[in-house]
């Protein structure tokens, strides 16, 4: 048997005390362990925090070059802002070729290419009637507000962002679409937008479109108390400073005598939306729609798109009005920094998502090159297809097999060729071949190469822009330095494969500032701002988000 113990004081004292000592331990850790757990879940409660408001803005025509030669210009709340505070991606690209205003609209909201959505331009060849139709045109919803354009989002074949967040929030998000164009307004807010607002060309109203219900009342109030043609009666436009005529990036100097011009006529209000002016009224507009909805009330994410202008006026060339060229981006950026503003007063940045880039391309200078000795030419697509059809009726007998041709794209006579039961691939190539013969063809592409042809370089950004519902049997590419001509163009448009830089830009809602050289094609802005508002991407995009 063990020897019992006898008592001891102060050993049982100590013992007592470590026993003291590891309750009050095993306390602390547990406190300490309740506090690290609920510091988790408040980092994980603030994770599922979505922005208030989403902003994407979509500047026509806008180039990196002319961005960064103007910076002297600007003040520090618009360009320069972003640029210091935003994740700036410096090279970006369109997943398809030969971007215009409406294809690229709807392949920002889409988050995927003309393949997929379906807009391939502003126009193109009906096939039915052989008759060009705009991408927005649908006769079954009037326009309201005093505008004759019939509009829908018809022909955008899949769903947009803004589709998306109304799904998921069961049609509780507000979603605005304000553009000075029609295309960008209606094909930028999708098919289940509260409202695309924007600038008729005939009344200079802000309109819209029955498909989309009534004229809001920010658009209404605008029209009643500050309608563009009051705006326009004792207007001039002239620089906005004296520091806008005396800086030039252009090689023939500065400006010799101020611009100054007046809006009058029929054409006034077309003038007006390829001025300088159109971003102020676009931007007052905006403010107009913050303040007279519950955009960023409350925690469900609204959705706003805003298109601004920054081609030049008129759609000259650049060396005809440089300096109203100048002006435009200055202008721009003063309206930038007042919807920043605006957003930030009423909303917060930290509760907004700001994305900014461009249209990608630049309305194209018809210079005269042969005044230069540089290689050039002009390709008549019609006459062309013309010679087509003569060559493929001594090759398969009399009949009409080219229907029809718009901008560099021919049509064939599907139901002839079926009802001959001629080989459709055969006769295709029989086309290519003769089409490359002509004087000025870089290259041809065929529905069939298209769809179902090996890969060659650049063809990826051809297939991007092609789709069989509305595309070409046969696409044409001329030379760079050539011209097309068609029925179609009022004017020879010339071919340039000239590098175009233009930025995709994040700002606000917390996110660091960085810049990042990384090529990246602008239909990642769709899945980016998706994971942004925690909802799915539009159903036609299968891209991961940049961050």
């Not at 408001?53 to 210009?73: C, E, G, H, K, W």
């Not at 520090?76 to 640029?83: A, H, K």
Request: charged residues 20%; neutral net charge.
């Amino acid at each position: 048997m063990g020897e019992k113990k006898s008592y001891n004081p102060d050993r049982d004292l100590a013992h007592g005390s470590r026993v003291v000592l590891s309750r009050s331990f095993l306390v602390s850790l547990l406190a300490v362990m309740s506090a690290l757990s609920a510091a988790e879940v408040g980092a994980a409660t603030s994770e599922k925090t979505v922005p208030k408001v989403v902003v994407n803005i979509l500047i026509d025509q806008l180039r990196s070059d002319y961005v960064t030669a103007f910076m002297p210009l600007y003040g520090d709340n618009g360009f320069r802002r972003l640029f210091r505070e935003g994740r700036v991606y410096t090279q970006a690209e369109y997943p398809m070729a030969r971007p215009d205003r409406a294809s690229a609209a709807a392949t920002i909201a889409a988050g995927t290419s003309p393949a997929n959505h379906g807009v391939i331009a502003r126009q193109w060849l009906d096939r039915s009637t052989l008759r060009p139709v705009y991408c927005v045109d649908d006769s079954k919803y009037p326009g309201i507000g005093g505008t004759e354009d019939a509009s829908s989002p018809v022909n955008l074949a899949v769903s947009t962002i803004g589709d998306e967040l109304k799904v998921a929030t069961e049609g509780k998000a507000l979603v605005y679409s304000i553009a000075p164009f029609r295309d960008a307004a209606v094909l930028s807010a999708g098919h289940a937008a509260d409202a695309a607002v924007w600038l008729d060309t005939r009344t200079g109203n802000w309109c819209s479109t029955s498909y989309y219900g009534s004229l809001p009342m920010w658009a209404e109030m605008r029209n009643s108390h500050s309608h563009v043609s009051d705006l326009l009666k004792n207007l001039k436009w002239e620089p906005s400073s004296d520091l806008v005529g005396n800086f030039s990036y252009y090689l023939s100097g500065g400006m010799k005598e101020p611009f100054s011009h007046k809006f009058k006529g029929d054409a006034q209000f077309a003038d007006f939306k390829t001025s300088g002016l159109v971003n102020e009224e676009i931007a007052a507009l905006f403010t107009d729609c913050i303040k007279g909805t519950a955009v960023g009330r409350d925690d469900i994410t609204d959705y706003i798109t805003v298109a601004f202008y920054a081609g030049n006026y008129q759609h000259r060339p650049v060396f005809e009005a440089p300096m109203e060229l100048q002006d435009t981006y200055v202008r721009l950026d003063n309206a930038l920094a007042h919807i920043i503003s605006t957003v930030d007063k009423r909303i917060g940045l930290n509760n907004a998502l700001f994305v900014l880039t461009s249209t990608g391309y630049a309305d194209v200078e018809n210079a005269d090159l042969s005044a230069y000795r540089i290689p050039t030419g002009t390709f008549d697509v019609q006459r062309s297809a013309a010679l087509l059809n003569m060559y493929l009726v001594a090759v398969y007998g009399q009949g009409l097999y080219v229907e029809s041709c718009f901008d560099n794209q021919i049509y064939l006579n599907h139901k002839l060729i079926e009802s001959k039961q001629i080989n459709m691939t055969e006769m295709l190539n029989r086309c290519q071949d003769l089409l490359l013969q002509l004087s000025g063809v870089k290259d041809v592409y065929t529905s069939q190469r298209l769809l179902q042809g090996a890969w060659t370089p650049g063809i990826s950004r051809i297939r991007g822009g092609y789709n069989p519902r509305f595309s070409g049997d046969i696409l044409l590419e001329v030379s760079p330095g050539w011209s097309y001509t068609s029925q179609n163009n009022a004017k020879p448009r010339l071919v340039r494969e000239s590098y175009l830089s233009y930025p995709v830009i994040f700002f606000g809602y917390g996110i660091p500032s960085d810049t990042i050289g990384t090529p990246v094609t602008v239909d990642y802005i769709a899945p980016t701002l998706s994971k942004a508002m925690r909802i799915r991407a539009p159903n036609a995009c299968s891209l991961a988000p940049l961050f």
